[in-house]
């Protein structure tokens, strides 16, 4: 996935369960947006792992 990472513009998630979102945050632009229609029982993702290059 690391090949197609800030790729997209949107992205929705409809999983209903627990998973992790570093790997589908890691495919938006910057700015992009990460739209969740079914909230899991927790949401977790690490800040370290989005790209910050703000040039």
């Known amino acids: 996935m690391m090949g197609l990472s800030n790729l997209l513009d949107l ?3 409809t999983a209903s369960g627990d998973h992790p979102f570093d790997p589908y945050m890691l495919l938006l632009k910057n700015a992009g947006f990460y739209v ?3 909230l899991p029982t927790e949401v977790k993702f690490s800040p ?3 790209n910050l290059d703000i040039s």
């Open 36 to 38: 969740l229609a079914r």
């Open 48 to 50: 370290a792992s989005q």
């Open 11 to 13: 992205s929705v998630d």
